[in-house]
């Protein structure tokens, strides 16, 4: 399976959003990756619903979203309508996870479930065969720029086993302190797909790092 990569416009300049899309749609970037924060589920509030519009205007690239928010069944139809084609919710806010999958599903979209780093990864064992995309977070969610923790190359490794085990056919992104120095064991461990923020909009060249991410 190819390596996938989608960028986060988390650490884009969102005083040049267009610019920032652009240099996306001629990039070797795979989806893009928006990381909604609400202040509640996270420390951090990011960007809502007109941003997401905003970037479906302008983007090629299918869009990846991933919600840090209490109550996300709320908001599934408006995400959907905002241009989601991939829509990830946290597995520690959700009450009732099977339910908010199939709402996801039922509307087009990709359903992802994403795990805090504390979060063991057998917890999505029920409804591992019901997604179409397992998040391994690498960093506690609510910040782009911070520091990969190395035990999540073993929950890689567990997530790769859960699916095996079950024949499902959901992809494994990893998201949070990936750099082109550890994109190479994260990937060996069994990720599919690498979300990546401030590695790639902090250089010179975020086409070429892209690219750099996706030969690795
Ligand atoms: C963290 C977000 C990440 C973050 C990744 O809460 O979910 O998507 O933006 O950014 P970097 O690559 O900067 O760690
Ligand atoms: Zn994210």
């Known amino acids: 399976m190819s390596k996938l990569v989608s960028p986060s416009i988390l650490s884009a300049d969102f005083g040049n959003l267009q610019k920032e899309i652009e240099m996306l749609n001629g990039s070797l970037a795979d989806w893009i990756h928006l990381d909604i924060m609400d202040g509640v589920f996270v420390p951090n509030i990011s960007f809502g619903l007109p941003v997401v519009k905003a970037v479906y205007k302008l983007s090629v690239k299918p869009l990846d979203v991933h919600l840090m928010i209490v109550n996300p069944e709320k908001y599934i139809d408006r995400f959907c309508k905002a241009g989601a084609s991939i829509l990830t919710v946290q597995y520690e806010a959700c009450v009732h996870l099977h339910g908010i999958i199939q709402q996801i599903k039922s509307l087009g979209m990709k359903a992802g479930v994403s795990l805090n780093p504390h979060t063991p990864v057998s917890s999505v064992e029920n409804v591992i065969n019901d997604i179409d995309l397992l998040l391994v977070m690498s960093v ?9 923790i190395p035990k999540s190359l ?3 490794r567990q997530a790769k086993e859960l699916i095996r085990q079950t024949g499902s056919g959901a992809q494994i992104e990893v998201d949070g302190g990936i750099y ?6 994260v990937y060996s461990a069994g990720a599919d797909i690498l979300v990546s923020g401030n590695a790639i909009f902090s250089t010179a060249d975020p086409q070429d790092y892209i690219k750099k991410l996706k030969l690795i």
Not at 140 to 148: I, L, S
Not at 180 to 185: C, F, I, S, V
């Open 140 to 148: 506690n969610p609510g910040f782009g720029g911070q520091k990969f």
């Open 154 to 156: 073993d929950r890689i």
């Open 180 to 185: 082109l120095e550890n994109a190479g064991a």
